[in-house]
């Protein structure tokens, strides 16, 4: 099983922990990656809103790549995955539009011909993998664990474009928590937004909902979230003081990355799971499993 590799902005940046089990987990699964080293950002949705045919410009020049290399292109960043993947039903459904995006790139040499897929690494795994052959993976159960899944916004939404799981019922992330032996928390909040596109004009607003989301989580016995999206990741983790402050709660809940999870149950360190990088500490989680920070 091989993939390019698509690692967007997050995990080369704010989340290098993100990068770092990612590359762990998935030799250990056996998926190769070629990492696409010369992509650009997708445009986190952003760059659509300014000038929606460069944003499908940027993210068809990076499926040209992946295309070039006869690979599909994995994602890491729910983000990403729901950015890339509706620019690309776009592109492959909608008459006229790529012949006329890829006169937009013609001056750099390039052509998409619409041949590529893109999948997060939680499709990959629940869709292809396999969650019985993760499940022959995992060497340190984490059976003590009760884990709250949080899928944000991108990776469900627009359904039509994305099409893997339910946006309002999805049982993708609580498949793969139940494989590593884990408990799943069911909440409402786990397909609400984290306030991530809201924190730099509506602080208040998005620590709110961070609160509320993280409330909702704890209050059903959670120890701690995992989010397949990097910018919830970052909101939920950054923004949780501030938010416990807002709502008068001690929060203290560790939000893992997904591979960081996956990792943990395949006997990876925290160390080389990247889990000191974290704001809120994991040390309570990695009590619970026996382990040390």
């Known amino acids: 099983m091989k993939y390019a590799l698509y690692t967007g902005c997050a995990a080369k940046g ?24 010369n992509a650009s950002c997708c445009g986190a949705g952003v760059i659509t809103e300014a ?24 994602t890491i960043c729910g983000t990403c995955q729901g950015v ?3 620019a690309n039903h776009r592109l492959k459904t909608e008459e006229g539009l790529l012949d006329r995006i890829n006169l937009m790139l013609a001056p750099e040499g390039v052509k998409y011909n619409g041949r590529v897929e893109v999948k997060h690494l939680l499709w990959i795994i629940v869709g292809e993998i396999g969650v019985e052959a993760l499940q022959r993976h995992v060497t340190r159960p984490l059976e003590n664990l009760r884990i709250a899944p949080f899928y944000g916004c991108y990776i469900l ?3 039509k474009y994305l099409g893997f799981d339910d946006p309002e019922n999805p049982v993708s992330l609580e498949k793969v928590i139940s494989a590593l032996s884990a408990h799943p928390v069911d909440y409402e909040g786990k397909t609400k937004c984290c306030g991530f596109p809201l924190v730099l004009e509506k602080e208040l607003i998005a620590i709110g909902m961070v609160g509320a989301n993280l409330k909702e989580a704890k209050d059903e016995g959670a120890d701690a979230l995992v989010t397949p ?42 160390k080389e799971l990247g889990l000191p990088h974290h704001l809120v500490s994991t040390e309570n989680v990695v009590e619970k499993i026996q382990l040390k920070v």
């Open 14 to 37: 704010a989340c290098p922990e993100l990068y770092q089990s990612t590359m762990h987990v998935t030799k250990r699964l056996g998926i190769e990656v070629v990492e696409m080293l």
């Open 84 to 86: 890339m993947g509706m």
């Open 157 to 159: 939404r627009p359904s």
């Open 229 to 270: 999206c990097p910018l919830c990741h970052m909101n939920l983790d950054i923004y949780q003081e501030r938010a416990g402050k807002k709502i008068g709660e001690k929060l203290a809940l560790p939000i893992f990355h997904l591979p960081q999870l996956i990792g943990l149950a395949m006997g990876f360190t925290p």
């Open 51 to 74: 000038d929606p045919d460069l944003a499908l410009a940027i993210n068809a020049r990076t499926f040209a790549q992946a295309e070039a290399l006869g690979l599909n292109i994995m």
